[in-house]
C-alpha cells in the first residue's frame, strides 16, 4: 500500500489549501477528488469574494480556483480526478475508487474536505422535473452554459440563493421571485440589494405551498407564514414559472468522518468535533472546510491551511516557532472573517438593529431587498459633495475591504477591523478612477456626480450598452425613475468585466437611479 | 428545437466546447457538444423528463446535477441506471427515457 | 454520541394523519413524510430503525438528501432536540459502485446504480 505524508479527500478551497500549505512545508501529498475537475465549487463562483485584499477578497471564485490549481501545480502536488474515496479507517488507510478499480492507500495525516451537500425542502410538487438545486443551477448555466430555465422562483435568501439569483439574471434567464420563511432576508444586503434594483420582488415569511405542472413545473404557489410557520389564509399567490431552485443551507458531508468514527456533534448539521486546528477526535485526521461547519469559501482556505499547517508541524516537516508564527497569522485572519453583522454568532438573528457604529440596520433591506432613499445618507459611506465623488451604500458590517486598497487618493477608509463600515474622506479627491466601483464585491459603489446628474454604476450583464444610446433609470427598488443616457462605458482588464456605466439622468435621479435597463423609458 | 445555451456571458464569455456530436433521445436525433454531461445537452434541447419512479410512476429530471441525487438517471447505451449529469455525451449515444428499472 | 431511548420523548398517542403525509422525503425510495412519522409511531426510534424498517437512504444516493429531513422529522414527532438525533450510520461504500468494481474486475453490464 502506497503511504503518503498527507492524503487529501476533495479537491476544493480547503483541500488545496492544505495540500499547498503542506507541499510547500515539503510534505508527500495527494487528493483525491471524485468529480471531473478539481476547484470544488469554486469554477461556479463568478462572483468577487469577500474578505480582506490579503486573502483574494475582489477576486473572482473561478479566479481563486485558477491560481490555487497552478499552486498545486507548481508544487508538484498529486492530483487524482474521478477518484471517489469510498471508505476511511481508523488506521489512516483510505479506499480509493478509480474507473471502476478500487485500491488503498494509507496517509500519516488524512484531511477531509468534502465540502457540503444542499439541503432541501420537501413540499408537494418538489419531485417534478424542474425543481432543482441551486448548485445544479450554478453547474448548468456556469459550467456548461446552459439556462437552466427561463423562469424561476428561488427558495431561500442566503448568500447562496441570492448570488445564484444574480447568476441567472446574468445568464438571461428570469427570476420571478426570492422566497423565504424567515422574517429577514439571510445573506448579505448588498447581494440582495443587486437583485431588487434589477426588478426581482422578496418574499420574506413566504413558504412554498406547492409546484405543479404536468409532467415538468409550470407554476408554484406561495403563502405567507405566521409566527407559528402556518400559511395566513388568503395570502397564496401562484408564479407561473417553469424551475423552481432550492437555496436552503447546506449540509457538511461529514460521512467519510462518521465512518471513520470520528467523534460527531450538531453543529447547524452533523459535523466532527475538531480542536482549533482542525484535527477530529482521530489522531491524524483532519476536516477542513464544509465538512467541520458551513463558512464562506475564503473560510475554508483558511481552514485548509492551518490543518495543512498543523500536519506538518506534526509530521516534524516545520518547527515549533514557523508553526506558532503562521497559526497566529492564519487564525487573526480567520477570525477578522467571522465578526460583524453575518458572523456566525449573529447569523439568524432577527433582533440586530444597530451596525458596530450604532447606526441603524435597514429594516427595509433585510425585508425587501433594498435601502429607502431616505435611508442610504445616514450611513458614513454616503456624502454629499460637489463635482464626481464615490457613494458606498455598504450599510451593513461585512468582512471586506477592498475598496479601501481600490482609492489610491484616499478617499475611502475601512480601517483594521475589516468589517466596519466604510466612510468618505470628505477632503479627499477622487479623480472618477472608478477602480472602487469595480472593485466593490457587493456592487454597492456608485460615482455620482448630483449636479451634472451623472451616476456611474458597475454592470455586468449581456450585452453591455453602448454610449449615447437611452434607456431608463431604475431605482434602488427596481422602479423605472425616468430616462437614462449613457454617456461613457469603461471596460478595463483591471475591472475584471465589470463594466463601469455612466449614465446621465434628471439632477433630481443622481441619488436614487442605481441600475439601467436597456428599455426606453415611458412615463 | 428549443435552445437553453448561453451564447455570450457577460463574465464567462463564450463556453469552450467540445466537438458537435450527433445523438438520439427516445430514437429521436439530436445535437450536443462532447464530452458535455448527458443532461446538460437535454436540458439545452428542452428535454426535462429523464425518468419515471418505479414506484410511484412519476416523472423526475436532474435534481442535483454533481452525481449524487441519482434522480436523473437514464437508460443510456442499454445501461440502465447512468447518471447523466455526471456521464459525458459521445457521438452516437443512445439515450433513452428510464421507466422504474428499465427503458 | 448519544442516543435516546424509548422511554424518552415521543409520548405514544395515537398516530393521526396530516395533510403533508403524501410529500416524497427520500427522493430514491419515494417514501412519503407520512410512512416515516407512522413508522415513529410503530416504535421507531432512531433514523437507523427507521432505515431498516421503510429503507429511506437505502437507495443510490446512500441518505445523502433525506438525512436531514428524516432527522427533522424525528426531531418534531419526539420532542427531542436535533443534536440528540444522530445520522443514518454511513456504510462503506460511499458511492454506488458495482460488485464487479469492488472485486477489481471490470464493470458489469448494467450495473451501476
Known amino acids: 500500500m502506497k503511504r503518503w505524508d498527507l492524503v487529501v479527500i476533495g479537491a476544493g478551497p480547503a483541500g488545496l489549501s492544505a495540500a499547498i500549505e503542506a507541499a510547500e512545508a515539503g ?107 441551486a448548485g445544479a443551477a450554478q453547474t448548468m448555466m456556469n459550467l456548461y452554459g446552459v439556462r437552466p430555465g427561463k423562469k424561476i422562483l428561488m427558495i431561500g435568501s442566503g448568500n447562496v440563493g441570492l448570488v445564484v439569483s444574480y447568476q441567472m439574471l446574468q445568464a438571461g434567464c428570469q427570476v420571478a421571485a426570492v ?31 406547492r409546484a405543479e405542472g404536468d409532467g415538468a413545473v409550470k407554476s408554484v404557489t406561495i403563502g405567507q407564514v405566521d409566527s407559528s410557520w402556518n400559511i395566513i389564509p388568503g ?103 467571522r465578526k460583524g453583522t453575518f458572523s456566525p454568532e449573529n447569523k439568524g438573528r432577527t433582533d440586530l438593529t444597530l451596525t458596530s457604529e450604532g447606526l441603524p440596520l435597514s429594516e427595509n433591506l433585510f425585508e425587501k431587498g433594498f435601502l429607502t432613499d431616505e435611508e442610504v445618507t445616514k450611513y458614513p459611506g454616503v456624502i454629499k459633495k460637489a463635482g464626481v465623488h464615490p457613494v458606498i451604500e455598504c450599510t451593513q458590517n461585512i468582512p471586506c475591504n477592498p475598496c479601501q486598497e481600490a482609492c489610491a487618493f484616499g478617499c475611502i477608509e475601512v480601517g483594521e477591523d475589516i468589517t466596519a463600515l466604510p466612510r468618505i474622506n470628505p477632503q479627499a479627491d477622487c479623480r472618477n478612477c472608478g477602480k472602487c466601483v469595480a472593485m466593490c464585491s457587493g456592487q454597492a ?66 441619488m436614487k437611479a442605481r441600475a439601467y435597463s436597456r428599455k426606453t423609458f415611458s412615463e | 428545437m428549443e435552445d437553453n445555451r448561453i451564447v455570450h456571458h457577460p463574465i464567462l464569455g463564450t463556453y469552450e466546447k467540445g466537438n458537435l456530436v450527433t445523438f438520439t433521445y427516445d430514437g429521436k436525433e439530436m445535437k450536443g457538444y462532447e464530452g458535455e454531461p448527458i443532461a446538460a445537452a437535454l436540458l439545452a434541447a428542452g428535454v426535462r423528463i429523464h425518468r419515471y419512479t418505479l414506484r410511484q410512476d ?28 455526471i456521464t459525458p455525451l459521445r457521438e452516437g449515444m443512445v439515450v433513452q427515457t428510464q421507466h422504474g428499472i428499465k427503458a | 454520541m448519544k442516543t435516546y431511548g424509548s422511554d424518552r420523548g415521543f409520548s405514544g398517542e395515537a398516530f393521526v394523519p396530516k395533510e403533508d403525509d403524501d410529500v416524497i422525503i427520500c427522493r430514491c425510495e419515494e417514501i412519503t413524510r407520512g410512512e416515516i412519522r407512522k413508522a415513529i409511531y410503530d416504535g421507531m426510534r432512531t433514523i437507523s430503525e427507521i432505515r431498516r424498517y421503510l429503507r429511506p437512504g437505502m437507495g443510490p444516493c446512500q441518505g445523502m438528501t433525506c438525512e436531514r429531513n428524516v432527522r427533522g422529522i424525528l426531531a418534531r414527532e419526539t420532542g427531542l432536540p436535533l443534536s440528540q438525533i444522530p445520522g443514518y450510520r454511513p456504510r462503506s461504500p460511499q458511492r454506488p459502485v458495482t460488485l464487479a468494481e469492488l472485486g477489481n474486475e471490470s464493470e458489469e453490464e448494467g450495473g451501476g446504480v
Not at chain 1, 452533523?270 to 458551513?294: C, K, N, R
Not at chain 2, 441519482?70 to 437508460?75: L, N
Request: proline share 4%; aromatic share 6%; glycine share 12%.
Open chain 1, 27 to 133: 510534505m508527500s501529498v495527494i487528493v483525491f477528488d471524485e468529480n471531473k475537475k478539481p476547484g470544488g465549487q469554486l469554477f461556479k463562483q463568478i462572483h468577487k469574494f469577500f474578505g480582506s485584499k490579503e486573502n483574494h477578497a475582489g477576486v473572482r471564485g473561478i479566479e481563486i480556483g485558477q491560481m490555487l490549481l497552478e499552486k498545486a501545480q507548481k508544487d508538484h502536488i498529486q492530483v487524482e480526478l474521478d477518484s471517489a474515496v469510498i471508505g476511511i479507517a481508523k488506521d489512516r488507510s483510505v479506499s480509493v475508487r478509480k474507473d471502476g478499480q478500487t485500491r488503498e492507500v494509507q496517509g500519516q495525516n488524512i484531511l477531509i474536505a468534502a465540502g457540503a451537500s444542499e439541503r432541501t425542502l420537501p413540499f408537494p410538487g418538489w419531485t417534478l422535473p424542474g425543481v432543482i438545486g
Open chain 1, 179 to 209: 422566497v423565504d420563511a424567515a422574517p429577514r432576508i439571510g445573506g448579505y444586503g448588498v447581494h440582495a440589494a443587486k437583485l431588487a434594483r434589477n426588478g426581482v420582488p422578496f418574499y420574506l415569511s413566504h413558504t412554498v405551498i
Open chain 1, 235 to 337: 395570502t397564496e399567490k401562484t408564479f407561473d414559472v417553469d424551475t423552481v431552485c432550492m437555496a436552503v443551507g447546506l449540509d457538511p458531508m461529514s460521512q467519510l468522518a462518521r465512518m471513520a468514527g470520528a467523534l460527531i456533534e450538531e453543529k447547524g448539521g452533523l459535523v466532527p468535533t475538531v480542536d482549533e486546528y482542525g484535527q477530529t477526535s482521530l489522531p491524524g485526521i483532519f476536516a477542513a472546510g464544509d465538512v467541520a461547519g458551513i463558512e464562506e469559501a475564503s473560510s475554508a482556505m483558511l481552514n485548509g491551511e492551518i490543518a495543512g499547517l498543523r500536519a506538518a508541524f506534526k509530521s516534524g516537516y516545520i518547527d515549533e516557532e514557523t508553526f506558532r508564527t503562521e497559526y497566529k497569522k492564519k487564525k487573526a485572519a480567520l477570525g477578522d472573517l
Open chain 1, 445 to 510: 459603489i456608485f460615482l455620482v456626480d448630483e449636479e451634472a446628474g451623472c451616476v456611474t454604476i458597475p454592470y455586468e450583464f449581456d450585452p453591455i450598452p453602448e454610449e449615447g444610446e437611452m434607456g431608463t433609470a431604475l431605482g434602488r427598488d427596481g422602479s423605472p425613475l425616468g430616462q437614462a443616457e449613457i454617456i461613457k462605458v469603461r471596460k478595463s482588464p483591471a475591472f475584471d468585466h465589470t463594466a463601469l456605466v455612466t449614465m446621465r439622468v434628471d439632477k433630481t435621479l443622481a
Open chain 2, 58 to 85: 412519476k416523472p423526475r429530471g436532474f435534481f442535483c446535477a454533481i452525481g449524487r441525487c441519482t434522480d436523473c438517471v437514464m437508460v443510456v447505451d442499454g445501461k440502465i441506471n447512468t447518471r447523466t449529469c
